[in-house]
């Protein structure tokens, strides 16, 4: 019988070996193998006793054998040797058979390495809903807790490199897929870095990212997107599953506050007018079966951040998605951006953030907002943005629990810390918050935890 690759890869470790072997037991021919050794030793140790006692050595024998230390020193001295060398070999040992299943990066151990798979591996199901550089960023973090994770992404972009795929392959959107790939892949960095490689030359090469044209190459190699998705995953060894919201081809439309149309994430973003109301065409795109599953079987979902209506929206658009959150029992948090979004998101507080998930997606879908507390200054002028405050206590804030926390990334304020907001979300989940007045101007090392 033949079996496929990918059946082989959900083995673990001592199930792969025993599958592949099955008539091999590791434990009892070991055993026999330390049998054969000792006997070969007791054997070699009556060989050189008689020799020692029928034949008369050199002098320089005396030394050479430690007959100068007492008998029991002696014995003291190999034993203490023999376990040296046990120790050695089996830890070899255990490195050679445990590295076709466990490969440590450069710059960790084998300890480290057993510990993501073992450990991480019994961590929570958590769902990530976004895309772009603020899911991208989630996941970096949150993978270092653990690594059931799975990554529901967007596919309404249409600008750039993605969207020249898009018209010339009528493929689904692979940029924000290939950012969430990069942040869960556990390849050595070389590979994540060329992953993420954009051309700046070359005929029909400039602009586009090299992790696109391998993705469409995949998909027209195997015929299929969705296999190619799960593919390339498999090659940069990711940890966790990324989704597509939907596979269909989709465009978003908005209204913008001047009443007029537009078409396009792109072309949204580049309008930079506030928007009314977002749309996805076509309405009835149906979700992807495997994201509504991860959904319904999820301990945690973590809504954003992200562009708020060009990266998160998006997916809350897609009907099964909706339904799907509505449904789920697990805690479901959304994690406001840090600063506002030029045309987007000018002037929005944290309370008009969740109102604009609320008006698009349903009410009731979020129990609790992570909010930054570090509130600086007035940011840079060049980036276009604004420290996004709490703000006044909004009706859609009421029911909600907020969560205010420092998650800021110190070198770059208008974006999250990796870290500190995997930190702040596992705090969350794990029951361990500090119940606090609301204080707009506090910033303690804890979450501060307000129910509205």
């Keep these: 019988m033949v079996y496929s690759r990918r059946m082989t890869m959900r083995f673990s470790g001592r199930s792969a070996l025993k599958w592949l072997y099955p008539g091999m ?50 014995g003291v001295l190999f034993m203490a040797l023999s376990l040296s060398t046990v120790g050695v070999a089996v830890w070899k040992l255990n490195q050679s058979l445990l590295f076709a299943f466990v490969r440590p990066d450069r710059d960790s151990s084998m300890a480290d390495e057993i510990y993501k798979k073992r450990i991480l591996a019994r961590g929570p199901k958590i769902v990530a809903i976004g895309g772009g550089t603020g899911l991208s960023m989630l996941l970096r973090g949150l993978k270092g807790h653990t690594s059931n994770l799975t990554a529901i992404v967007t596919v309404a972009d249409d600008g750039g ?50 992790g696109n044209l391998f993705i469409v190459a995949m998909a027209e190699i195997t015929g299929n997107f969705e296999t190619a998705i799960h593919e390339t995953s498999q090659i940069l060894n990711t940890r966790g599953t990324i989704l597509p919201s939907t596979l269909e081809d989709v465009t978003l439309s908005a209204t913008t506050l001047d009443d007029q149309l537009v078409h396009g994430e792109h072309n949204i973003t580049e309008r930079g007018t506030g928007i009314r109301e977002l749309y996805l065409n076509p309405a009835s795109a149906e979700a992807h079966p495997d994201a509504v599953r991860a959904i319904l079987d999820a301990d945690l979902i973590v809504i954003g951040p992200g562009s708020l209506y060009t990266s998160v929206l998006p997916n809350l658009l897609v009907d099964g998605i909706r339904k799907a959150l509505a449904a789920s029992s697990a805690n479901r948090v959304f994690v406001c951006n840090v600063a506002t979004q030029q045309g987007e998101t000018d002037g929005f507080t944290v309370a008009d953030h969740l109102e604009a998930v609320e008006r698009h997606a349903g009410k009731g879908l979020i129990d609790a907002v992570i909010a930054n507390n570090n509130i600086a200054s007035d940011l840079p002028e060049a980036w276009h943005s604004n420290p996004v405050g709490v703000g006044e206590v909004a009706e859609c804030m009421r029911g ?47 979450p501060v935890l307000v129910t509205r």
């Design 25 to 74: 037991h590791i434990k009892r021919w070991l055993v026999l193998l330390l049998v054969g050794i000792c006997l070969m030793g007791l054997g070699i140790s009556y060989v050189l006793r008689e020799a020692y006692l029928s034949y008369t050595f050199p002098g320089a024998f005396y030394y050479l054998t430690l007959q100068f230390i007492p008998r029991w020193g002696r």
């Design 400 to 446: 909600v629990r907020l969560v205010e926390a420092d998650v800021i990334a110190l070198e770059n304020r208008y974006r999250h810390d990796p870290i500190k907001l995997a930190a702040t979300i596992m705090r969350v989940y794990d029951g361990r918050d500090t119940f606090a007045p609301f204080a707009a101007s506090s910033a303690p090392e804890e």
């Design 161 to 210: 490199s993605t969207g020249r795929l898009r018209q010339e392959f009528g493929v689904v959107a692979p940029g924000d897929l290939r950012q969430c790939i990069a942040a869960l892949a556990e390849a050595e960095p070389l590979m994540s870095r060329l992953f993420q490689y954009r051309f700046t030359e070359g005929t029909g090469l400039e602009g586009h990212s090299f």
